[in-house]
């Protein structure tokens, strides 16, 4: 396992998550306590508000002094969901897996985790066995992620609606409505370049750019300068007052690899593509 999520001990995690939903449990119990034994007593047992809280998420709250034990349990059930999709989130970020997922992979990665917040069914139990399974099932995945990743990043830039035919990676590209309408960048078209930032770093066998370093990073920090261009060692890019922005790839070689792939899973696009 030392291979898959290397500055993170899975046994720890999960012992430490253990302690954390044993600690809550008494919390639980030793409140119930103190309300039945003031309640004894006739003294009022006092509004108690905790952080992370009782009222969970925007939920209905639940009175523990007087919470029915299927109350109780119901709690207990939304809060380990939400320690479990902190832990789940954790482990992904350390695992470097994200690395290899493309935007459209990661949302559907995070919109499982907020299940957290709501059910809980798309988060399961941080348990040694799923950690282990998750991970080495993505460990052995992950050249087809990275695969799918270029072909999802190539739709978004490039697809041909008209024909429903892929084209190919060009030495430059025009990406449409990279400025957002008041000026700024515009976050999702930002996204897609940050994917194929992240393409060209893994096509280049290089650890991928940190999110602060990416694309909608320095595209944003260009923009608020007053500058039309931004460029490092892998594209540079240009935009106008009509908000498209034209790129132009630096390293042809990293573009055939991108293209190398394409033609794996569309044998014939870019013989279609010289014929146009």
Partial sequence: MSKLIKSVSIENIVNQRAAVIEHLEQAFDAIDRASAIAAKANMAMPRLIFDQRVRILGSDAVNLSNASQAQKAWAMTKITHIVDSSGWKHLMSESGMRSFMDAE????????????????DGVPALTKDAIVA????MYDGRGAMVEQGIINCFKNLSWDHKTNQPFKFGNKIIIRSVLSDNGTANHGRSNILDDLLRLFHIADDKPQADHRDGMYAAFQKAVWERKTEIENDYLHMRWFKNGNGHITFKQPHLVQKLNDILIKHYPNALDWGRGR
């Fill in 134 to 137: 998750t991970f080495g099932q």
């Fill in 105 to 120: 992979t990661r949302r559907e990665w995070e919109e499982a985790l907020a299940d957290g917040d709501g059910d809980g």
